[in-house]
């Protein structure tokens, strides 16, 4: 990026036209008398005078490339004035000077390749316009009620104009559901986005994995991951779970504050955002670079149950195929480590597992790392397609329950890794750490 411009730049030609793809993708969804506005996320506070980084929404993200806050996104199919319109700041000399560049609105629509764009001061003034004789407006309600009330306003007063010529906007239709329905598959532009964050996530395992020594601090690993994603331009995608012990045995530890012992292992669950999409990967290793037996014999476990679950990936197959082929396997493994008791058909009915496995085996992946996308269609489970991205992440969590076996006790492991559906198959996204026991025990002991 040069120096004396805002975060947001003129893009290059092939995303100006995926971006302008997915805007038609939806206008044409849209239909005439049709307005939808998307509004930008809110910055929030930290705490006194400063405020948390601050992230587009992934719907506007999506839609526009623009990562600016206090913006609002209006599509308009068929207007003749232009259908993009870009609600944004003003560039303000003093308030850049304290809070960094704005993009501006005179730079706005050749950046963002909007038909037009307007201060966002002066919204109260345009929006009820655009609003006038449009019969649905796609918007979601509920997310952020301070704007919905300012849509409410916007809509009163479009209806008391008199210069209206067709009906008053008479429903509002979920925005998401449209878009969420879009971003669920992805192109292959963002493939080779999601690509990239997989292999710097790995990368960033890589180094935490080489760093692990009895008597470091789990928060000295999660330095590794952030450092190797901050060098590369890039930044963790959600907080970064580093659980030694049985800290691995919370789902989502994120305290990340108490010495890693020998003999013990650590759990690690850390991907990096690029470009706005996510990677999400999990391993499980032991501190001192050698597993114990006990320690073996349920990772190996766990490995199994993620391999067959990741063979259950493919086109045709039902979302719910890759869990039901990771819990059969482990199961199986619970009841010969002496956890559970009984006739695996029984256990399975029984879901007996659910204690010691109580998540799903995966989610949908994107620009949100608990994706957007319906699970289930019509109340059946949804089938994959090329193109879809998720997560498959079986896990085993034995706490201190008398229940399980002493060698066994406050061992918890998660197995993860991104996968996209292909034609043929499948694809492992995040291939590049290692994962077998062999394969961990040797990278450890370079």
Not at 10 to 27: C, G, Y
Not at 115 to 133: H, K, Q, R, V
Request: overall charge neutral.
């Amino acid at each position: 990026m040069k120096k004396g411009t805002s975060r947001t730049q003129r893009f290059s030609q092939s995303h100006a036209a995926e971006l302008k793809r997915r805007r038609r993708a939806l206008m044409r969804t849209m239909g005439d008398n049709a307005i939808a506005v998307i509004p930008a996320a809110r910055t929030a506070m930290r705490n006194r005078d400063s405020n948390y980084p601050y992230r587009a929404d992934s719907n506007l993200l999506y839609l526009s490339g623009f990562d600016e806050p206090e913006a609002l996104m209006v599509l308009v199919p068929n207007r003749k004035a232009g259908q993009y319109i870009m609600f944004c700041r003003e560039r303000d000399p003093l308030q850049e000077t304290w809070h960094g560049r704005r993009l501006g609105v005179e730079d706005a629509p050749a950046a963002l390749n909007a038909d037009d764009a307007f201060p966002i001061s002066d919204i109260d003034d345009i929006l009820p316009g655009l609003l006038e004789n449009k019969q649905s407006v796609f918007h979601t309600l509920g997310k952020d009620q301070a704007f919905d009330a300012q849509l409410l306003g916007w809509l009163n007063k479009a209806r008391s104009s008199r210069h209206r010529e067709g009906g008053d906007p008479d429903s509002f239709i979920s925005l998401d559901y449209h878009v969420h329905e879009m971003r669920l598959h992805k192109s292959r532009a963002e493939l080779a986005m999601m690509r990239s964050a997989a292999k710097l996530s790995a990368a960033a395992h890589k180094r935490a994995m080489n760093a692990a020594r009895p008597g470091k601090y789990e928060y000295e690993l999660e330095a590794e991951l952030i450092a190797k994603y901050t060098a590369n331009g890039a930044t963790h995608a959600f907080l970064p779970i580093v659980g030694g012990g049985e800290n691995g045995c919370i789902l989502h530890y994120t305290e990340n504050n108490d010495v890693l012992c020998d003999d013990e292992l650590v759990l690690i669950d850390s991907g990096a955002e690029v470009g706005g999409y996510a990677g999400d990967i999990t391993r499980t290793f032991p501190v001192n670079g050698v597993f114990t037996e006990a320690q073996k014999t349920v990772y190996n476990i766990v490995l199994e149950a993620q391999l067959a679950a990741i063979a259950a990936v493919k086109p045709g197959n039902h979302w719910n195929d890759p869990h039901d082929a990771a819990v059969k396997i482990l199961t199986r493994g619970l009841r010969d480590i002496g956890v559970l008791k009984g006739k695996l058909p029984k256990l399975l009915k029984e879901e007996a597992y659910k204690p010691y496995y109580m998540h799903r085996t995966g989610h949908w992946l994107g620009m949100d790392v608990h994706d957007v996308g319906e699970y289930k269609i019509a109340g059946e489970w949804r089938l994959l397609e090329p193109g879809m991205v998720l997560t498959v992440e079986p896990g085993l969590y034995l706490g201190h329950s008398r229940k399980i076996p002493k060698a066994f006790r406050n061992i918890g492991i998660r197995i993860e890794d991104d996968v996209a559906v292909t034609r043929q198959g499948c694809e492992v996204l995040s291939s590049g750490v290692p994962k077998t026991v062999e394969a961990i025990e040797a990278f450890m002991a370079q």
